[in-house]
């Protein structure tokens, strides 16, 4: 096996020793990690792990790796700023595995490409497939070994089969499988609406076709006033598509007014208007467009010459498209000839190894043409992992975060066992992490805290998990012992759970959307519904694509049309929907916690309000960054400078003029109670709450961030430097300060990521005042502590993907629990 590989070179030191730590809120944090060790770092949110092992640990070695690398890259090497620690010995090269990063922006990246499987898939197609266009296998062959070798596989990477380059991809969709046009559901999002109550969206801004059209429509003897739906089709195609539709009687005269160009219909009309956009422009009809199969090459994202070739009996593509699972059974039973026996052996020997770790960790649903950018970003870090395992390199510092995100219990033991592979490889692991499982299996453990951001910080213990175990200062260690701890209500007070009332739920009926099997599913109202089950089971796929975007039509919104199901009954009771998602709360730096949540408004004010602003004749705008004015020039009020590094990450740097202030000197130069602005900014949510306690426009909002856990963040943090958990919160708290007594479902996604049990505890306090006061909740979860804190459970399964898609128990977790199955094992030790 591949560690006596590794354990004949001594790549690593015995130790990595941290001395004086102090990033963010570290306290001169000391500590020695054994090398070729599972260290998990654990502690309340905020406590500083990800100060400590990203932040230190992670960035050192980036910097150090960085510094023996180009002089491109060494030019900004001083300004790249050393973290704050005095000393960082026994370090080596180090690759972070964490979720925001791992979520590839790129269209093109699939689970295949991410994982290397596609590379070596090409490899075999190109070698051994049949029905080949000769000049392929040429090119790939030609260009990977100028020597004529035939062995470096990683290597042996040339064109052909890629749909990365002009040579093989697809013309129409250059690759991308996949185009987008423009659906009529979406330039008619409600048809119950009439023409004169906006039915046709694009036309609601654009008066003169609109006028156009109501003439029409008055000229064919109809109403404008009456819903969509009942129109004549054949009139109502006219309008979409303009002539050269359906023959209509009495709008035969508008022929000529169309082909004079005057009644072109609203989806020419778009594409008219997209064509004539410029390069690089938005697309005018982007809220109208939906993604379709690419119809030249229905997802294939090959050329026809290319997508014939086979090996087996499959075309490149339709081996793609199997689930991981049926692929492994498709390489493993692959036969040759012996001429090619030697490259099939190997490429096949490196696929499965990569498709029996997908399917290891519970992602045997997915297929290998999936797109990453559709993938959570638990499901995209445990697929970059499954490509590191398969490179079996060693003598690296791997950093994670959170590998279980996402995870059902059911799955945690495969991921354990793949961390331990890549430790047994000899590699380091440290893993931020607060499941319970993985906490037993670490080697080392080390917990921050005692609390978050200025309370935090410390160096709450370390050693091995056993020691954690019984030690009584550990608040993990408390949890560890009384795993229900988490689920009672803050103050230890069980609570008891809420009953269905008469009539008040919604029902999905005949569910149908990717793996559901023609499911009804009831989700009582006004209570905390759990949807639980392992991963792939369809618990997305049921409330996302299915209820929430029903329920958002329903309620007049333009979501894009629900996935398969026959209807939802029961949303005549809710006024509104909230989807709280992981997503950021927006795409620059220039959004923070502050701006979201509109405390900075409230905050520019009264500094418009002091003598000095007033004598200077600053308005509350002169204190914004998000425009010019008493913004730092020089950086746009981002306070950092992107320095884009080629084949790295970009890096960022301190503005120079700002150095982070990100205003200018004569709007620093105001202050309140002795503080500026920029001051503000830096102040974490706690310290911001004692300073303008007396202020009921932020000390509200303020409250209701610390609320839900959040005390220790910095007001001024940009918002693409959050966490997804923290972002979802940030959400969650500006519904919480809003709380509108109309009562509305609020739907969650893994509300838990990132959280220690005891923040688990207070998020589930939060939820349920949520409910208390008149709202309805439904939460997609893995975690088992929020399971056992819902009043009711609606449990999805058995399995992922063709083995999921049934309600496998629903009930109060009580009931769920007294069943079988994955989540009735799990959930069981944690009620009492
Ligand atoms: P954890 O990983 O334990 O949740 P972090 O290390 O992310 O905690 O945060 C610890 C403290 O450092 C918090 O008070 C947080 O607000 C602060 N912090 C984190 N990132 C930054 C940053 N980029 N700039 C300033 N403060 C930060
Ligand atoms: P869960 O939320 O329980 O993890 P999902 O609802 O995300 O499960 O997935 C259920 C099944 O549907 C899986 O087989 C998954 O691969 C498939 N699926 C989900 N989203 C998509 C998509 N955008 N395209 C194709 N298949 C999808
Ligand atoms: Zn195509
Ligand atoms: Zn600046």
Known sequence: EAPARASSTPALPDTLSVRGARVHNLRGVDLDLPHRSLIVFTGVSGSGKSSLAFDTIYAEAQRRQ??????????????MEKPDVDRLDGLCSAVAVDQRSSASRNPRSTV?????????????????????????????????????????????????FSFNLPFGRCPACLGLGSTREIDPALVVPDESRSIDEGAVAPWRNAPAERAAAVAVVERAGRSTAVPWRTLPSDLRETLLHGVGGSGADGVAEDRGQAAAGRLPGVIPWLERRRASAGEGAADPAEPYLRTVACPDCAGARLNPAQAAVRVGGLGIAEACALPVADALRFFAGLTVGDRDRRVIEQAVIEITDRLTFLIKVGLGYLTLGRTARTLSGGEAQRIRLAGQLGTRLFGLLYVLDEPTVGLHPEDTAALITTLRGLRDLGNTLIVVEHDHAVIRAADRMVELGPAAGELGGRLMFAGTAEELLVDDDSLTGRFLRD??????????VPRTRRTPGPGRELVVRGARANNLRDVDVTLPLGMLVAVSGVSGAGKSTLVDEILCRAADRALGGDAPPPGDHDEVLGLASIDRVIRVDQSPIGRSARSTPATYTGILDTVRKVFAQTDEARRRGFKPGRFSFNSPGGRCAACSGDGTVRVEMGFLPDVFLPCDVCHGARFDDATLAVRHRGRSIADVLAMSVDEAAEFFADLGAAARPLRVLAEVGLGYLRLGQPGNTLSGGEAQRIKLANELQRRPGRHTLYLLDEPTTGLHSSDVARLAGVLHDLVAAGHSVVAVSHSMEVVAAADWVVDLGPGGGADGGLVVAEGTPEAVAAGDGATARHLRGLLR
């Open 66 to 79: 960085v510094q023996s690398m180009t002089s491109f890259a060494r030019q900004f090497m001083n300004e």
């Open 112 to 160: 295949g490409t991410v994982t290397e499987v596609y590379d070596l898939m090409r490899v075999l197609w190109a070698t051994v497939g049949s029905g080949h266009c000769t000049d392929c296998a040429a090119a790939l062959v030609d260009r990977a070994c100028p020597a004529g070798h035939d062995t470096a596989l990683p290597d042996l990477t040339g064109p052909a």
């Open 483 to 492: 795993p229900g701890g988490a689920t009672a209500r803050p103050g230890g």
